[in-house]
């Protein structure tokens, strides 16, 4: 029997990447996580109790760190070497 090479897609988001030749969706959720992320560190700037800074905090993570795989599964799928990101996450959870 031979084994399944086929690429298995974990959510919707990264089969929309895989047939993103051009960059439009990868600007689009990129756009939204940046979104995001500002959004958050406004409410950081004002100041927020220990608890709720904490968990603020680990929302602007999550959003840079999914800036950096949607750059990194856009890249594997569409981009050549010359123009592919780094791999690396900013920092995990």
């Known amino acids: 029997m031979a084994a399944n090479t086929d690429p ?3 959510v919707d988001m990264e089969q929309k990447l895989r047939e993103d ?3 439009a969706y990868r600007d689009y959720a990129l756009g939204r996580f940046v979104q995001l992320q ?3 560190q406004v409410e ?3 100041g927020l109790a ?3 800074f904490e968990a603020f905090n680990r929302i602007k993570l999550a959003a840079e760190n ?3 795989i949607v750059q990194i599964v856009w890249a594997k799928n569409n981009s ?3 123009t592919a990101p780094a ?4 920092g995990l959870l």
């Open 8 to 10: 298995v897609t974990m």
């Open 21 to 23: 030749p051009e960059g």
């Open 38 to 40: 500002n959004s958050v």
């Open 44 to 46: 950081l700037n004002r």
């Open 50 to 52: 220990p608890d709720e």
């Open 66 to 68: 999914a800036q950096a």
């Open 80 to 82: 050549t070497s010359a």
């Open 87 to 90: 791999t690396s996450l900013p």
